[in-house]
């Protein structure tokens, strides 16, 4: 089973046990389709639940069904949360996950490789590959400077020429 990283806990708040939640995605609307969360724990995945979520200052305030004090939720601190792949949902045909970008190999127009995909960089006008390399390289995810993404393959084509070196 693949997991994927949703957010990172960032702190606790308050003494009921709710703790600050960072979502990576954009639309928040989607972290409350959740029924569980995962989170590694003593060298393995463990299930957490939430018993309730509420927005605050663009992050999340969750409490967690049986971990009720500060203390029981201090693990969680600095942590991902985790959930399957399988339920992520659907995107559209031009649509990725940063999970599914990262670590892939970025080609030139020629089919020469350039570097991998190191992170993803999101700001209000566009999303943007961090390339690494023989020098790293910043890719607006934008039409006319990627000719191609290629999952199965794990491959990105770019124009090269219009990057940000």
Do not use: C
């Amino acid at each position: 089973m693949r997991w994927v990283p949703v957010g990172r806990v960032l702190s606790i708040h308050g003494i009921r046990g709710e703790v600050k939640f960072h979502y990576y995605n954009e639309a928040k609307e989607e972290f409350l389709r959740y029924a569980s969360l995962y989170t590694e724990k003593d060298d393995s995945i463990i299930e957490i639940k939430p018993a309730s979520i509420r927005s605050h200052k663009n992050l999340f305030l969750i409490r967690f069904k049986g971990l009720e004090s500060p203390e029981e939720v201090s693990f969680l601190v600095k942590k991902e949360l985790l959930v399957r792949e399988g339920d992520l949902p659907q995107l559209d045909h031009d649509e990725y996950y940063d999970y599914q970008l990262i670590g892939l190999s970025v080609l030139n127009s020629a089919g020469e490789e350039i570097g991998k995909v190191g992170s993803m960089l999101h700001t209000q006008a566009n999303d943007i590959l961090v390339v690494s390399g023989k020098q790293e390289i910043m890719v607006p995810m934008i039409e006319g400077y990627i000719i191609e993404i290629d999952l199965e393959r794990s491959f990105i084509k770019i124009q090269e020429g219009l990057v940000v070196p």
